[in-house]
Structures are given as C-alpha cells and as structure tokens.
Nanobody
Framework: QVQLVESGGNLVHPGGSLTLSCTGSGSTWSYYHIGWFRQAPGKEREGVSC????????WYRDFAKGRFTISRDNAKNTVFLEMNSLKPEDTAVYYC?????????????????WGNGTLVTVSL
C-alpha cells in the first residue's frame, strides 16, 4: 500500500508560480507512474499531468502544456508539479495519485491510491 501526501498549495496572484510536491510512503513507490489531477468547485476531477516510473516520459493536459512541468525524485519518493503563469481557472484542489498504466497520449490510468489534495487558489 502507498500513502500519498501533497503539499505546496497556496493563494497566488494571476501570473504567479507554485510548485506542488507529492511524497509517498512504501517500498513500491518507484514501481508506479504518478499523476496529478485537479478538481475545481462544481466540476469533475480531471487529469493535469503524468510521469512514468522511469521519469523519462511525461504527459500534459492541453491547458498545462508550456506552463506546468512534472518531475520526480524516486530516491526521495517525491513527485513535483511546477506551475507557472497561473490563471484564475487553475483554482482547484490538486491531487496526486499512483497509476498502473501510462500512455504518452493519454497519461495515467487505473489509479490505485490518492492523496488528500492541496488547495491552489489563483486570485487578485
């Protein structure tokens, strides 16, 4: 079993930046692909980005391309999501999750474990 803890969410002005972290426990961390998802108020949860277990392939939703960067440090059981040029529509609770599948075109699927999320608010 893997437990995930997200951190780094905060209130930020439009155009600002934040880096989210997702730290996992358990010896099987490096066997999983890791995805970031988000859920805005009144909307369904959506995929944001995904990184494969070897950290040599990544996937981004269209709205994240060019603004967000995902990375991972398996030695520290941590995945990062660097977010730049943030917009009010990026306001959401951001979750990380383990995934048993990764595809370069569709990202993470078959999610097993979720974190509790971290709130990102983009506002003046």
């Amino acid at each position: 079993q893997v437990q995930l803890v997200e951190s780094g969410g905060n209130l930020v002005h439009p155009g600002g930046s934040l880096t989210l972290s997702c730290t996992g426990s358990g010896s099987t961390w490096s066997y999983y692909h890791i995805g970031w998802f988000r859920q805005a108020p009144g909307k369904e949860r959506e995929g944001v980005s995904c990184i494969n277990l070897k950290a040599d392939q990544t996937w981004y939703r269209d709205f994240a391309k060019g603004r967000f960067t995902i990375s991972r440090d398996n030695a520290k059981n941590t995945v990062f999501l660097e977010m730049n040029s943030l917009k009010p529509e990026d306001t959401a609770v951001y979750y990380c999750a383990t995934s048993r599948n990764f595809h370069y075109a569709t990202g993470c699927s078959e999610v097993d474990y979720w974190g509790n999320g971290t709130l990102v608010t983009v506002s003046l």
